[in-house]
């Protein structure tokens, strides 16, 4: 069984690189601001620092200093699974009727950055949970080079003011990277 979601859409795109652009939020309002680039763990990191450094110069606003658990580079985070978060998964697998996706420490925890690059990032949704469906993409070499890009705070005052008012900085923070990276004049 096959489902359209967002790493089906994509799949099928043919596109070589995934841009996911989010505004990020925390319960205590305020307490936190910045930048936060997401990235796969196994691969070369200079994107990401790029994404993280040109919004940053450009939109003047600061990297996020919110999860030094995954921080790699100032702006640049590599979320994983956690040993306990594995477990919980296997165990709600087998609670809902299906045998215990195929999970490391390794694998990359956020489904935008996991799912749309197949093996490379051990994309696991394979359809054995009828509900979600199957990837397209799980199991490929054809995957797509996927960043999840977190340019702001929207509860904070700060972040959600310059997004607002400074949003050309924003785009050509991210524009500036993808022709910097790409070669593209």
Known sequence: ???SGKANVIGR???KYVFS???NSIEEPNSESGVEIYAPSKMNLDFAKAFADNIVKY???NYSTLN??????NGVYVRTFKAS?????????????YKPYNITEDT?????????GGIATGAYVDGRNEKVGRNVLYNSNIGLEAYLLEIGYINNDKDLRNI?????????????TIKEHLNID
């Open 1 to 3: 069984m096959q489902k």
């Open 13 to 15: 795109s043919g596109a």
């Open 21 to 23: 652009v989010h505004l």
């Open 59 to 61: 939109a003047n606003t």
């Open 68 to 73: 030094p658990t995954y921080k790699v580079a």
């Open 85 to 97: 978060e594995i477990e919980n998964s296997a165990n709600e697998a087998r609670a809902k009727g």
């Open 108 to 116: 990359p925890y956020l489904y935008m950055v996991r799912e749309t």
């Open 164 to 176: 607002l008012n400074n949003n050309s900085g924003y785009v050509r923070g991210i524009v500036e």
